[in-house]
Structures are given as structure tokens and as C-alpha cells.
């Protein structure tokens, strides 16, 4: 069983249409973008009753804003069991800068809310992924947030959220140049969460914001983009 990763560029996060024997979405935009997000899996043929499943990165309301529009079909929504709060409430929790511009962009990002949603599934040991159609498995990491996931495709692909992102400007500039995220409630966790995702070698991975980056890329600069505490600025 083979799996295509397609990314759906939403308005300032990327989410994924996976396509193995069913498809699954894999995030789902910011709040209001519902419209955008089921044109973008429309023009895939896909519908939201066609999904299988849903899995959720994290909590953050970037990449979870218009999931009701694709749960609308029924799919289950899966997300990181510690980040079912976040998702209940539509809210984005601590969100601790680790430099400046995050520091910059937490109130905005802070008011990006919407009335939450319900997950019918809490992850909180490997999911694997097969029931829904895909060959790969969904792994809880946390990290960026405590209920952050990364989903490892058996074809060598990695879809892993805001652990790391790409470019800069939006990643309208160098999108595949892996660049240190601007939150994580727990860097030694985002650290051991890419170890773990680089010990699998992936071929690809997939980011939240820019990407796709390679693994010689992101290992040529791990200690850049998720620095051991120690070693990193004070969040
Ligand atoms: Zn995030």
C-alpha cells in the first residue's frame, strides 16, 4: 500500500491530503478557512465524506481552525491526547515564545480562536494507521505543544507539524531550509521528538509552515532548529 503526500496551502499553514487506499487529512487551517480547505481537497476529488480520518497534528488553531467543515463528513478526528484541551476549547494555550518574533506574534496568534471541536480519538501511544487506509503510523511526540504528533508513512515520508518549519517571510523565501519554530512549551522534547523522526530517515518531511525538507537538511542543522535547553535562548 503505497501513500501520496499532497499539500494543501492554506492561508499561512500547510495541511495534507494523504492518498493510500482511503485518504485522510492530516490538519485542517485557521478558523474561517473552511471554504478554502474543502475546495483544496475537491480539486484532489476528494469530499469530506470520502476521508477516513483526520489526525491533528497539534492544538494550535492554525492547524486546527476549519476542522469542522471536514469532520462535517464524519470522519473521526485524532488528535495527541494532552492536546484534546486545546482542541476542545479552540484556544492556543501557553504558545512560549523561544526568541523575538515569537514574542512578536503571540497576541495575534493568541486571538486566532474558534469554538473548538470534539476528538473522537486521543493518542496517546503509536496509532497505527491502517484501519483508516494509509500504511504508516501516528506517533504522539509533544514538544511544540505536550500533545504534538508526527505521522511516519511506511514509504518514507514524515508529516511533522510545527516540531520544525521552513523558509523565511511566511516561507514564501527558501521554503525548504529548516528553520527553528517560533514556540515549544518543551524544547528538550522537540529535540528528542526530531531524533526520533531522523532515526527513521525519511525521505521527506512534512512541516506545518514551508517544506517539504530533506533529512540531510534538517540533520545538517539540528542543533540550529532544536537546540538541547541548555544550549538554546531562554524561552
Ligand atoms: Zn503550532
Known sequence: MSTRVIPLALSISNAYLLLGERPV????????????LLGALCAHGVTPEDLSLIALTH????????????????????????DAGLLEAGANGALPPIGPVGALL??????????????????????????YGIAGVMVPVGG?????SVLLLDDGDAVVGDLVRGGFAN???RPGHPMRHYFAEDAEAVRR????VLACEPSR?????GGPLSTAGVRRRLDAIAPHRTKGPRP
Do not use: C, W, Y
Open 25 to 36: 487529512l492530516v490538519d485542517a487551517g485557521v478558523p474561517g478557512e473552511e471554504t478554502r
Open 59 to 82: 492544538g494550535h488553531t492554525d492547524h486546527t481552525g476549519s476542522v469542522n467543515g471536514a469532520a462535517a463528513g464524519g470522519a473521526p478526528v485524532a488528535i495527541g491526547a494532552a
Open 106 to 131: 503571540r497576541p495575534l496568534i493568541k486571538r486566532m480562536t474558534f469554538a473548538g471541536a470534539s476528538p473522537q480519538i486521543r493518542v496517546t501511544e503509536p496509532l497505527r494507521l491502517e484501519p
Open 144 to 148: 511544540h505543544t505536550p500533545g504534538s
Open 171 to 173: 516561507a514564501k523565501i
Open 193 to 196: 521528538a526530531m531524533e526520533k
Open 205 to 209: 518531511l512534512f512541516t506545518g509552515h
